[in-house]
Structure formats: structure tokens, C-alpha cells
């Protein structure tokens, strides 16, 4: 198996070209310790490949965690996954800033292959380059491609087999003054190549230097500053390729016109937030209009399905686990694919059209005062439809930093599960009254998206106090011109992130669904889950229980944890509403529904009356301003979703990340709720 | 003196003008830019800005990239401005 890795500067095309290389042969890991998918791949041609798609930099010297990446696997050659050839592949109307990644990686002693992506673009723009002058001037195999239309894809597989490193190369030459410096310094390390003793020298990040007091004596001794040396090279690999382009490289022309047209529009200071927001209503009513009919699909499907197995197994309690934990619990992962489709699709349209680099623009200046930046915006957005798509799109948010910090808020964002819990709390307490000529349901509805809005740019803040800064944040971007978006590149990137969600978060939410579902089946004194009725309504984990789910392992709890939650105003039953919607929010309506002994939770307007005419040991009714209101702040706040915090784990890599989360936001909604209840009742 | 050779910033160049990177202030930039290719002697021309003139758009070099940057970052870019009309010899600017 021949390793090789893909590098390359951001939005030059990289990911396309493994797609097109590895096809669906792809997998996505972690690298240890940090939170950067690896993607890695695989294809054949004569001999056996491993692509590894690194992220996408501007040189081999970290200003980010993934990039760090790319250095460790570079400069290290113990590291598994250190490659025995390099494909750099740079945009050929930016040959500059693309050959300065691919001199560093020349000159660390890889046989590359140098591809030249969007060449039919770059001859648009009146840019010419003389490629065999090119390859004779770089020493390297050159391919001249367009990896979007599949062009030059057989030449690189074919030219990959036979690049190694017996062409003559030219070895990074700093100045004199560092001469002597370099040498020692190789001979106190070890290192044979010259450059990469340079590199590490100039890295404060590098692996290899860290703590190391010896190395701070060595740059002291040599009035060494790293930074400084990194400027230098910089400075001096740029005057090395003007010299070298010369005459190689004949250009005239510039930034597209047709893109100069359109952003006359689109990022204008009036104009283009108009156009921002018409697209983003759009995109919603989509959501929301859109994704019900396929979602109303999916569960008749699924209760057609469990009606028929409940049928045609044996009875007993395989049967019984079967229909009534398991389906279920499927049923609530498949629910989820029409938002996250739908929601996606237009945010890789958006991407592959350009348009989402102007949005950032657009909003950057106005997030920033939250610790957040205008990558944050299509996140935050998205998670009103729903956060797990939300907290999934943030992955093109490059800092860190910035991305924990999106991730940690974006499911305070009012997202579609929490509106059948505020549809029906408001329709219990809020009277039916105009306020100054508004509706004032539909007014406290609107307070409630607000707030959610709030709650989420408040916590950035405080976190944006609380986290440390490993690196300065600024943002520099480069705007890419207007593109026709490829609907194929479109649907394999869909496919890749619905498939992760499936997988990663699929397993979980499903052992979360069945745990429900035995603490509502079973009870410590009888097992009753044979008196169930059968009638299947939703695809909802818990159902259709009347009396016994009192008298179960979940009523116990509910029970239980009654005292913790008198102070907010509930009591026992919307204890096991509020428990049994960990799963997803919406299922306090079917819990509360199965509660209050409904058949059918189809009728919501029976459950209103229901709710209406509980009453407390004192006689006052159940559900007033105090608890109704209390119950949707607690809503609002409280982390009542494991598939999020499921998500949130699988892109940070960790527990901690989730565990925060819920947390925080559970202790947020304890005080919001009960300060509520305090004051109203 | 100060008044005519002192270079401007590049966040406060006017849309549609172009000018030439002198150098940087004092204030530590990041690496970043340099390997962009934002370097001394570089030319660039303002694009556009967002609203309160943050970020900014400019394009740069012969290539005539396209790229979005903070105020911030701006302000520590010293620049000389060009004339529109390039062969303008009697602009102040040209005289250093």
C-alpha cells in the first residue's frame, strides 16, 4: 500500500479531487488528541493507494489545530500516517501562493506531483503558464487539470505511479548568517535535511520542541526568533518564485467581472443583508414546508411496519421489544433525514456556488462582539430548524475556538422540536387576547424565538471569556469567484454527512430510545407490558401506556425527582414528560398525552382539555401562567436532546464537549424556570 | 513632511482605489498574511466594505485575488497610494 497525501490550499479543490480519486472508498477518523476528521481513502491503479486529504493550508506552519496536523505528519516520520508521496494541488490562477506550499513540501524530501487545478478558469481570466518550463523549472511532475469536470484525473493516477524522487531538486538555501546555526542545530537533533531542521526550528507548535529549555538556549545562543525566520522565508521563497514565473507565467486580467457584477449586489451594505435574508426564508419555509411530507411518510411507513410485525411474529416479549422499543427507536434516527437533506442541501448549494464566503462578510462584524465570527452565522441559523445539521455545519468554521464556542450555543437556538411543546403550553396558559393589536399568543411564540436567539449570543459571550485563545483570532478569506454549483459533488457531500450522522449518532439515540422504553415498560412489581394497547399513532418511543406507567421504572424516577422539581411548578407526571423527551423534546406531547390517558395523541385538542382540568391537592388548576410558562423557559434552555448531544460529542471528539453542554444548559432552565414560577405565581 | 510621504492605512483607502503595500506597523502580524502573498510592494485595489467599513474586500497582486479581511488587520498595512491614472507624475505620493 502506497501512502500519499493530498495537500493544498483552502477552496482550491482539494476535497474534490480525493472524492473524484477515492469515489465512496472513504472513511473519516480522528487524528489522537485532536478534533480534526481524517479523511482517508482509498483507490487502485496498478498499485495500491491510501489518500490521506489534509486540511486545507497556506503553508506548513500551523496558525490552526488542523493544520498543526499537516505539520506532525509531514516533518514526522515515525507518524502512521507520514506519506511516501505527496500530491500538492494549487489553483492555477493563484500559482504564487500555491507554490509556496509546494516548495515547503519539495523541499522536505517528498516525491510530489504538482497538480494545476482549474486551469480552464485560470485561461478565462487571461492567464497563461508554460507548463513544461514549469516542470523543468520545479524539478516536478506537472498535471495540468480541471478536477471538478473530471479532467486530468487518469493523468495523476497514472503520473502518481511514476514520480520518486530522483529528480533533481533544488534544497531550501537560507542565508548565510543562519548557516552555521542550521548545522548545529541539525547536528544537536539529528536531523539530515536541511529544511526540515529549518522547520522545526521555526515551529514553536512542533512536537519536537516543546518545553524544551535546551532549544530555548539554542535560540538565545544564536539570537534566534522564530517568527522572525518564518517572515524571512516567506519573504525570500516569494522573490524566488516572482524570479522563477517570469517567464513561465504571462497574465493579465484579474478578479472575474461577472463576480464583481454580482457582488455589487450581494455584499452591499443595504442590499446584500436584503438578499441574505429573502434567501434564508426561503430556505426555512422549505425547511418546514418541505420536510413534512416525507417526515409524515416515514411514520406511516414505520407504524405500517410495526403493525405488521407485531402481526406476524410470535407473541411475547421479543415481539413487544420489537414493535415497541426498537421501531420506535429507528423510526426517531430516519425522522430526522428530510430536515437535515433539505437543510443541507442548501448549505452546500450556498458553498458551492461561492455565496456562503459573502454571508460571512456580511456578518462578521456583527458576531464578533459575541466571540463568535460571521462563520458562525450559517450554524447558528441553521439551528432554528434543527441543531443537529446545525452543529454538523459548523465544521467550516477553521478556528477552534470559534467552532466550540458555535457548537456550545447553536442548540439554544430555537429549533422545530421545541415549537409542539410551545404550541401547546401556550395554548393552555396564554389567553386568547390582542395586546396593542398584536395576537398575543403568536406575540409570546415570537418572545420565545427571541429569547432562544439570546440565550444563545449571551452564553458565546461568557464562554468567549471563559476559554482560552491557543490562537489569535483574525479572519482572512478569500472570496471565491460566483461557480455553477456541480448537483453530483452536491448529493456525494450530502451523502457523506447524512451517512456520519446515521452511524455515529444513529447507534446512541437508538440505546437512549430502548432505555426509555424498558424503564416505561417494566415496574418493579409486574411485568405489564403485555396490557399495552397495541395502537401505534406516532413513532414516538413511549405510548399508549395509561395506568401502569405509574407503577413503572420511569414513574418511580418521575416520582423520585418530584421534590427537585416542585420549586419550578411540575409535578410527577411532568417529570416523566420532561425525562422521557431527553430523547427528543417533541415526545413531551405524546408522554403527556399518554399521562393523561389518551388514546390517540393525534387530537391535540382533547389534551388541551385534559390539561386544562387537572387541578393540584388544593384545587387550583394544574396549569397556570406560572407552571406553563415556567415549563416553556425550562424548554427553552434545557438540553432536552440526546441526538444533539450525540452529535456535539461525535465533532468534538470527546465527552467533556456534551457534558458541559447539558450542564449547563439544564442548569440554566432550573433557574430560568424557577425564577419564573417565583415571580408569577 | 508628515503631511505628503507619511503613508496611509489600507482601511482607510476608498472603494475603487488602488495603491501599493509599503510596509507594516509595529503592531505583530500574523503570518498569515505574508504567506497570502500580502507583501510589501504588492499592489491592491479596494473591492468593497461591509457596513462600519469591517471587514473589507480588496483584491491583490498580479493574480488579483479576491480577499475579505478584518479592520483590525487593515489598519497595520501601510500603503502608498497609485494615481488612477498610472503615468500621473505630478501625484505627491510618487515623490518618495
Known amino acids: 500500500m502506497i501512502k500519499v497525501a493530498l495537500i493544498g490550499n483552502p477552496n482550491v479543490g482539494k476535497t474534490t479531487l480525493f472524492n473524484k480519486l477515492t469515489g465512496l472508498h472513504q472513511k473519516i477518523g480522528n487524528y489522537p488528541g485532536v478534533t480534526v476528521d481524517k479523511k482517508v481513502g482509498f483507490f487502485n491503479h496498478e498499485a495500491q493507494y491510501q489518500l490521506t486529504d489534509l486540511p486545507g493550508t497556506y503553508s506548513l506552519y500551523p496558525s490552526s489545530q488542523d493544520e498543526e496536523v499537516v505539520f506532525n505528519i509531514l516533518t514526522d516520520s515515525q507518524h ?30 517528498f516525491p510530489v506531483l504538482l497538480v494545476l487545478n482549474m486551469m480552464d478558469e485560470a485561461k478565462k481570466k487571461g492567464i497563461h503558464i508554460e507548463l513544461d518550463r514549469l516542470m523543468l ?84 545562543k544564536h539570537f534566534l526568533i522564530p517568527k522572525r525566520l518564518q517572515t524571512k522565508e516567506i519573504l525570500m521563497r516569494y522573490a524566488c518564485i516572482e524570479k522563477d514565473l517570469s517567464d513561465i507565467l504571462h497574465e493579465q486580467g484579474g478578479y472575474s467581472s461577472r463576480s ?28 418546514y414546508t ?33 414493535s415497541q422499543g426498537l421501531i420506535p427507536g429507528l423510526s426517531a434516527i430516519v425522522l430526522f433525514i428530510p430536515q437535515i437533506v433539505i437543510l443541507f442541501f442548501f448549505l452546500l448549494l450556498m458553498e458551492e456556488s461561492g455565496y456562503i464566503g459573502r454571508v460571512v462578510f456580511l456578518m462578521d462584524r456583527w458576531m464578533r462582539p459575541f466571540g463568535l465570527n460571521g462563520k458562525s452565522v450559517m450554524p447558528l441559523i441553521s439551528g432554528v430548524a434543527c441543531a443537529i445539521p446545525a452543529v454538523m455545519s459548523a465544521r467550516n468554521i477553521e478556528n477552534p475556538r470559534d467552532r466550540l464556542i458555535t457548537i456550545l450555543v447553536t442548540p439554544l437556538m430555537t429549533c422545530s422540536a421545541r415549537l409542539p411543546v410551545y404550541t401547546l403550553m401556550i395554548a393552555l396558559v396564554i389567553p386568547d387576547k390582542y395586546w396593542m393589536g398584536f395576537q398575543l399568543k403568536g406575540l409570546v411564540l415570537m418572545i420565545m424565538y427571541f429569547l432562544g436567539v439570546l440565550a444563545a449570543l449571551c452564553t458565546a459571550m461568557v464562554f468567549n471569556k471563559l476559554l482560552r485563545r491557543p490562537y489569535k483570532s483574525y479572519l482572512i478569506m478569500e472570496m471565491p469567484s460566483y461557480k455553477w454549483p456541480i448537483f453530483k459533488h452536491i448529493l456525494l457531500s450530502l451523502w457523506i454527512r447524512l451517512h456520519s450522522f446515521l452511524w455515529h449518532s444513529g447507534k446512541i439515540i437508538m440505546a437512549v430510545s430502548i ?17 399495552r394497547q397495541e395502537t401505534v399513532t406516532d413513532s414516538h418511543p413511549i405510548k399508549d401506556f395509561s395506568d401502569p406507567l405509574e407503577r413503572s421504572y420511569l414513574g418511580i424516577i418521575g416520582k423520585g425527582i418530584e421534590p427537585v422539581l416542585k420549586p419550578l411548578g411540575y409535578d410527577w407526571k411532568i417529570g416523566i414528560g420532561l425525562l422521557s423527551s431527553l430523547a427528543a423534546r417533541e415526545v413531551f406531547v405524546s408522554t403527556m398525552a399518554s399521562v393523561y390517558s389518551i388514546g390517540s395523541t393525534s387530537s391535540n385538542s382533547h389534551l388541551e382539555e385534559k390539561m386544562k382540568t387537572a387541578t393540584r391537592a388544593n384545587g387550583q388548576p394544574v396549569y397556570d401562567l406560572a407552571t406553563g410558562g415556567s415549563l416553556m423557559i425550562f424548554y427553552a434552555f434545557a438540553m432536552q436532546c440526546m441526538s444533539t448531544l450525540t ?35 | 513632511m508628515e503631511q505628503h510621504d507619511f503613508p496611509a492605512i489600507l482601511s482607510e483607502l476608498k472603494k475603487g482605489q488602488k495603491a501599493i503595500i509599503s510596509g507594516f506597523s509595529n503592531a505583530e502580524m500574523p503570518a498569515r498574511f505574508f504567506e497570502m502573498g500580502i507583501l510589501p510592494g504588492v499592489e491592491l485595489e479596494m473591492l468593497f466594505k461591509a457596513a462600519f467599513c469591517d471587514p473589507l474586500c480588496i483584491s491583490y497582486g498580479k493574480a488579483r485575488c479576491c480577499l475579505a479581511l478584518r479592520k483590525a488587520e487593515a489598519q497595520r498595512v501601510l500603503i502608498v497610494p497609485v494615481p488612477k491614472n498610472e503615468c500621473d507624475k505630478s501625484c505627491p505620493y510618487r515623490e518618495s
Not at chain 1, 514520480?163 to 548545522?183: E, Q, V
Not at chain 1, 436584503?274 to 430556505?283: A, C, G, M
Not at chain 1, 416525507?294 to 421479543?318: L, N, T
Open chain 1, 647 to 681: 452529535v456535539v460529542r461525535r465533532e468534538t471528539k470527546s465527552w467533556k464537549w456534551p457534558i458541559v453542554q447539558f450542564f449547563f444548559m439544564t442548569g440554566m432552565a432550573y433557574l430560568g424556570a424557577f425564577a419564573f414560577y417565583k415571580i408569577f405565581s
Open chain 1, 80 to 109: 502512521p500516517d507520514h506519506p511516501d508521496k505527496v500530491i500538492v494541488i494549487l489553483d492555477a490562477s493563484q500559482l504564487r501562493r500555491g507554490l509556496l506550499l509546494f516548495h515547503q513540501v519539495q523541499d522536505l524530501g
Open chain 1, 260 to 287: 464583481e457584477r454580482i457582488d455589487r449586489w450581494v455584499t452591499h451594505p443595504f442590499w446584500g443583508y436584503l438578499i441574505f435574508f429573502s434567501i434564508l426564508f426561503f430556505i426555512f419555509q422549505g425547511v
Open chain 1, 137 to 220: 523549472k520545479l524539478s516536478v511532475e506537472v498535471v495540468a487539470a480541471n478536477v471538478r469536470k473530471g479532467i486530468g484525473l487518469s493523468q495523476i493516477k497514472e503520473k502518481l505511479i511514476h514520480i520518486n524522487t530522483s529528480l533533481a531538486r533544488r534544497s531550501f538555501n537560507p542565508d548565510h548568517s543562519y548557516g552555521k546555526a542550521l548545522d548545529d542545530f541539525r547536528v544537536l537533533y539529528g536531523i539530515k535535511n536541511h529544511y526540515l531542521a529549518w522547520a522545526h526550528l521555526v515551529n514553536k507548535q512542533s512536537p519536537l520542541m516543546q518545553n524544551d529549555a535546551q532549544l530555548r538556549g539554542f535560540l538565545r
Open chain 1, 290 to 322: 418541505w420536510a413534512e411530507i416525507p417526515k409524515s411518510f416515514i411514520e406511516d411507513s414505520f407504524s405500517i411496519f410495526q403493525e405488521w410485525m407485531h402481526h406476524h411474529f410470535p407473541e411475547g416479549p421479543i415481539n413487544i421489544f420489537l
Open chain 1, 515 to 531: 432505555i426509555l422504553w424498558v424503564l416505561s415498560s417494566f415496574g418493579p412489581d409486574e411485568v405489564f407490558f403485555y396490557h
